[in-house]
């Protein structure tokens, strides 16, 4: 893995990496206690706030320049993906009239679900909208439109531009 993007290590034995057992084990807790809306609220903002942290961690902020949707493609594929964070696979990403569209899959969020489930992937949708709003500078709202959970070849995001972000 990257320098850029490995942290340094937080725990010296087991290192910095954890069980999607254990973190859909907090997501499941927090939805009891709080519910299925403020959950997904927490998560989606924890999602942002962990995708804006980690453009920035790349040097991928404040560029000043115009960068080409291939370009963000392969950072965010890099930054998620198998050499980096593993939140998920990003297969593609296309523009459209309003703002973007993502194609994953292997979402931490949809992992060991069944078949079916209602489950979103909030805080991967959240994770990739904090990414591209760090890296192309536009405030963006995002809504989950397909799921492999639900007969989907991929957990898709959309992406509408809401304005440029605000510094």
């Known amino acids: 893995m990257d320098m850029a993007i490995a942290q340094n290590?937080?725990?010296?034995?087991?290192?910095?990496?954890?069980?999607?057992?254990?973190?859909?084990?907090i997501i499941t807790g927090v939805e009891e206690a709080l519910g299925d809306k403020a959950t997904a609220i927490a998560l989606i903002s924890a999602?942002?706030?962990?995708?804006?942290?980690?453009?920035?961690?790349?040097?991928?902020?404040?560029?000043?320049?115009?960068?080409?949707?291939?370009?963000?493609?392969?950072?965010v594929q890099y930054a998620l993906g198998?050499?980096?964070?593993?939140?998920?696979v990003v297969d593609k990403i296309i523009q459209e009239d309003e703002g973007y569209k993502v194609y994953t899959h292997?979402?931490?969020?949809?992992a060991g679900e069944p078949q079916g489930s209602s489950r979103q992937c909030t805080?991967?949708?959240?994770?990739?909208?904090?990414f591209l709003e760090a890296f192309l500078g536009?405030?963006?709202?995002?809504?989950?439109?397909e799921s492999t959970l639900r007969e989907g070849t991929h957990d898709v995001f959309e992406y509408k531009i809401l304005g440029a972000v605000q510094k």
């Not at 536009?138 to 439109?145: A, D, N, P, S």
């Open 9 to 25: 290590e937080l725990r010296q034995e087991l290192g910095d990496f954890s069980s999607i057992i254990c973190l859909k084990a």
């Open 47 to 75: 999602g942002r706030q962990r995708g804006r942290m980690l453009a920035e961690k790349l040097g991928l902020v404040d560029k000043g320049k115009e960068v080409s949707l291939a370009d963000v493609t392969q950072k």
């Open 82 to 88: 198998k050499e980096g964070t593993r939140l998920c």
């Open 106 to 110: 292997e979402t931490v969020c949809s």
């Open 123 to 130: 805080f991967t949708m959240g994770a990739i909208q904090g």
């Open 138 to 145: 536009k405030r963006l709202r995002g809504t989950q439109t």
